[in-house]
C-alpha cells in the first residue's frame, strides 16, 4: 500500500514538472510542435540557439480586375496576399499574420476613374465588420476573424506542415480549421513558401512580438484620353518588425509592390500582366540603379535600412532625420536615397499591430 501511495506521489510530481515546462515555454513565446507532425527537412529552416527568424510572402494578382460593361462600371482590382511569420531556433512557427492589400479602382466606360483617388486604402483584416464577409461565408465569421483561427492553427506547426494542410477546394479540411476557416487559403500557402525565402535572423532570449504594417497609395493614377490609356497605379508598402520584451527590433523587413492595371476610353482593359513581384524580388530588374544617385537598387537600399533599423524602437525609426522625405542622418544618407515616407508609415502600422 506504501509502495502504491509513493508511485502515485511520484506520478503526480513528475506530471506537476511537465506542466510547468509547458507553461514556461509558453510564458517564453516559444511554440510546442502538435504531436505526430514531422517537419520536412527540405523547407525547415532551424537557427542558432535563442535566435528567431522573421518572413514576409507576398502573392500579387489583378486577375479579379473587369472591363466596363453593359452598364456597369470597370474595376481595376489588386490583390497582394501577404503572410508574415516569425520562427524559433528550431524552425517552428512562433508568429504569424495573414493579411489581404486589396485594392480597387472603379473606371467608366469612357475610362474616367470614379475612385476618389485620396481615400485611405485599407487591408482586409483592417476592414474587420465593414469588409463584410459574415453573411456569406457560411459560417458567420468575418475576414479578419477566419485569419486569426488560422494564426492560432499556425502557431507551433512548421511552415512546411501548414504548407501541406489539407484541402477541399482550396478552403482548409483540417479538422480544426474547417469548422472556423472557409477562406481559399491557396494563395496563403504560396505566400508562406515566399515568406521562407525571405527569413531574416536576430536574437530574442525571450519574449517576442511580430507586427505586418501596409501602406496603399493609388494617387499616381490617370483617366484614359485620346492619347494614352488610363492607369490604375497601386503602390503598397510592407513592413514587418519583431520586437523583443523591451520594445527593440531584433528583426526586420521591408518590401513593396507596384501593380499597373490600364484600361482605354471606352473602359475596355488592355492585356493585365502575368504576374506582379514585388521590388525585393524583382532586384536590379526593377531598374533603380541608374537613376539612383548612389548607384544602388531598390533592393539593396532597403536591405541597409531593414538592417539599420534593428536594435532601434520603432519610434526612433518613425522620428528619423529626413530631408524632402529622404534619409538626412549620416548613418543613412550614404546608403538610401529613395523617399521614406509610405516606408516609415508602413512601419509604424507594423509596430501597432505587433503582437
Keep these: 500500500m506504501k509502495h502504491t501511495i509513493l508511485f502515485v506521489l511520484m506520478a503526480i510530481g513528475v506530471l506537476g514538472i511537465l506542466s510547468g515546462c509547458r507553461d514556461n515555454r509558453r510564458n517564453q ?6 504531436p505526430g507532425i514531422e517537419p520536412r527537412a527540405d523547407l525547415t529552416v532551424a537557427g542558432e540557439r535563442g535566435q528567431i527568424r522573421t518572413g514576409l510572402g507576398v502573392v500579387t494578382s489583378v486577375g479579379s480586375s473587369r472591363s466596363a460593361t453593359g452598364g456597369n462600371e470597370g474595376l481595376a482590382q489588386v490583390d497582394s496576399t501577404l503572410v508574415a511569420i516569425t520562427l524559433d531556433e528550431h524552425g517552428i512557427i512562433t508568429r504569424a499574420t495573414f493579411d489581404v492589400a486589396q485594392t480597387r479602382i472603379g473606371f467608366n466606360a469612357q475610362g474616367q476613374i470614379t475612385t476618389d483617388l485620396s481615400a485611405p486604402v485599407q487591408t482586409k483584416g483592417e476592414l474587420a465588420d465593414a469588409y463584410n464577409m459574415r453573411r456569406a461565408s457560411g459560417i458567420d465569421r468575418e475576414y479578419n476573424e477566419q485569419m486569426a483561427s488560422m494564426e492560432v492553427w499556425a502557431i507551433g506547426q512548421t511552415p512546411a506542415r501548414f504548407m501541406s494542410m489539407a484541402l477541399d477546394g482550396g478552403r482548409p479540411a483540417e479538422v480544426d480549421l474547417r469548422a472556423s476557416v472557409t477562406v481559399n487559403v491557396t494563395s496563403y500557402l504560396t505566400a508562406m513558401e515566399r515568406a521562407m525565402a525571405n527569413l531574416k535572423s536576430g536574437n530574442s532570449p525571450g519574449r517576442h512580438r511580430t507586427g505586418l504594417g501596409v501602406a496603399t497609395g493609388i494617387g499616381d493614377s490617370r483617366n484614359a484620353t485620346a492619347t494614352q490609356t488610363g492607369r490604375a497605379m497601386v ?121
Design 235 to 355: 503602390a503598397s508598402y510592407y513592413a514587418v518588425l519583431t520586437l523583443d520584451e523591451h520594445d527593440v527590433i531584433i528583426a526586420a523587413w521591408v518590401d513593396s509592390t507596384q501593380s499597373t492595371v490600364e484600361f482605354d476610353t471606352t473602359g475596355t482593359l488592355q492585356p493585365l500582366p502575368g504576374s506582379s513581384p514585388t521590388r525585393q524580388e524583382m532586384g536590379s530588374a526593377y531598374g533603380m540603379r541608374r537613376a539612383s544617385p548612389i548607384g544602388r537598387e531598390w533592393n539593396e537600399q532597403m536591405q541597409d535600412f531593414a538592417q539599420w533599423m534593428v536594435g532601434k524602437t520603432p519610434t526612433q525609426v518613425i522620428g528619423m532625420s529626413l530631408n524632402n522625405g529622404r534619409p538626412a542622418g549620416a548613418d543613412l544618407v550614404a546608403s538610401v536615397t529613395i523617399n521614406m515616407t509610405p516606408i516609415l508609415a508602413a512601419v509604424e502600422r507594423a509596430a501597432a499591430n505587433a503582437r
Design 29 to 34: 513565446n516559444i511554440a510546442v510542435p502538435s
